[in-house]
């Protein structure tokens, strides 16, 4: 089975610009969950979709949004970009996700975004 | 707002010698995962604890959820260089697939 992936892999964007980055899951799962990972803040979460739904989303502004198209297929944009943005976004699938348990994440490579 | 801290931020050991690393959540957690990462790729699921107490192993891997599922531990036996990598754990705090990432531990094993 093919892995999650992510592209595109590397950008580089200026203050101000807006930036789309993509992920597609594993066959089969239906969550598609993106995380931020810096350097001094560590791996944090941004939101998490479901059937196309945001069931979930973390402490970040609204330049911050995501969607998930009906073969689960995900995208994050992020407007009016600031060099604080300058991050990996890493995107992690599984196949559902109760209210209970909290299932395995599996992640993309991520794509590594620059802001100058 | 919910915190996992995570210790100690890096570690540095010879080939042979053991690693463990912390994890305390500020509350009780659902449940708990680990994932290692290692230097440029992504971070990689190794197990979930979801019991109060529960211990599990994985070969020179073993890990701890507390009694009070807010601390857990990861422990290696006899590091080798396979191990380098950075070590995180994530609390599932009940909400939808959302984890709460420790800070990480980096381990650096020198043969």
């Known amino acids: 089975k093919a892995g999650v992936t992510q592209t595109p892999r590397y950008l580089i964007k200026t203050r101000g610009q807006q930036v789309t980055l993509s992920c597609s899951p594993i066959?089969?799962?239906?969550?598609v969950s993106w995380y931020q990972q810096t350097p001094g803040q560590g791996l944090q979460f941004l939101f998490e979709?479901?059937?196309?739904?945001?069931?979930n989303k973390g402490n970040f502004p609204g330049r911050f949004s995501g969607r998930q198209f009906s073969n689960s297929r995900s995208e994050m944009n992020v407007s009016t970009l600031e060099l604080g943005d300058s991050a990996l976004y890493l995107c992690a699938s599984s196949l559902a996700g109760s209210g209970g348990a909290t299932d395995t994440q599996y992640f993309g490579p991520g794509t590594r975004l620059t802001v100058l | 707002g919910q915190q996992v801290m995570q210790i100690p931020q890096y570690q540095h050991v010879q080939e042979g010698e053991d690693f463990t690393t912390y994890c305390n959540s500020s509350?009780?957690?659902?449940?708990i995962q680990w994932y290692k990462q290692r230097p440029g790729g992504h971070p990689v699921f190794l197990i979930q604890?979801?019991?109060?107490?529960e211990v599990k192993k994985q070969k020179r891997l073993t890990f701890q959820f507390g009694e009070a599922k807010k601390n857990s531990s990861l422990h290696i036996t006899a590091t080798q260089t396979t191990d380098v990598g950075t070590y995180f754990c994530a609390g599932g705090s009940g909400g939808y697939n959302k984890l709460i990432f420790g800070a990480g531990t980096r381990l650096a094993v020198h043969p």
């Open positions: 066959s089969g799962h239906r969550s």
């Open positions: 979709y479901f059937s196309e739904t945001q069931r």
């Open positions: 509350t009780t957690l659902s449940n």
């Open positions: 604890l979801v019991k109060s107490g």
